[in-house]
């Protein structure tokens, strides 16, 4: 019955996954790990956001968790992972790669399932309108916004299989 928006472009799995995360972290000056590598394939191998259960289980035994915990909060400090939590608290990660990037989430009640979805320009532009206009009202500067849209899969939906 939940869905939850926020946006970006989706981070297609591609075949030279581990030269990718080699230059994602070289691009942010970090050095080059295994479980980073490994973290940040992880991340890459699913289209929708994932708990850190589904990374883990992905990743199996080649990272322990504590090390798991450990890598995620080095790619939040370059700003790469986007961290949130869906509407029964549980903490949500997706990579994040370009500031830029802004997308919505749909959040499954049944299965758990959270899918990027972009909104229209249209919708966006209006949407920044209204907000233009409440941070005169408040006098408040508003850094992002959220779009929260909560609902369940269909039988057909080709997301949660
Ligand atoms: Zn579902
Ligand atoms: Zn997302
Ligand atoms: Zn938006």
Redesign the pocket.
Known sequence: MRIY?I?FKVIKYNKNMSESSRKILSDHNVSITNPRILVLEALMESNNPQTIDDLQKRLGNKVAKSTLYRVLGDLKKISILHEFTSPDNTTVVELLLHDTE?H?HLFCSDCGEVIDVE?SYQF?EL?NKEIRKIEKQFDFKIQD?R?EMFGVCTDQCANCK
């Open positions: 928006l946006f802004h919505h909104l966006e949407l916004h779009v």
